[in-house]
């Protein structure tokens, strides 16, 4: 089953929660944590690696925390999944040159069809289209 984790839930319920608020408007952790009873640990985990990727932009100092730094219509779905899971995947295989079975696999081409309809799909698709 496809799905996604934990971290990138957190990441869409943060980056949502910036959407609604103004430009200048800045969000702690701490404010989307208890907002939403999410690990205050996890997320600020979560919102440095968005920032790290320019998606937001951390706001230093005692009032500091994050606000949007591209609007989300501007990120790819398929962008945005892999800067916090990695590679958009159905199998390991497809990702690891190393697999013991890449010689004899007969659902490797098959899979890999539908993995890359799975990444076009998303590749069409911003943050915005999921996020209204």
Known sequence: MLKLNKKTGYALIALQHMHGKSHNDITSAKEIAEEFDLPASLLAKVLQQLAKHDIIEPIQGPSGGYRLNKPLEKIKLN????????????????????????????????IE????????????????????
């Open 79 to 110: 962008d945005f999944i892999e800067i916090i899971e990695g590679p958009v995947g159905l199998v390991d295989c497809l990702h690891d040159p190393d697999c013991s079975h890449i010689g004899t696999c007969n659902i490797r081409v098959p």
């Open 113 to 132: 069809r539908v993995n890359n309809t799975i990444k076009d799909i998303f590749s069409k698709m911003t943050l915005a289209d999921i996020t209204k």
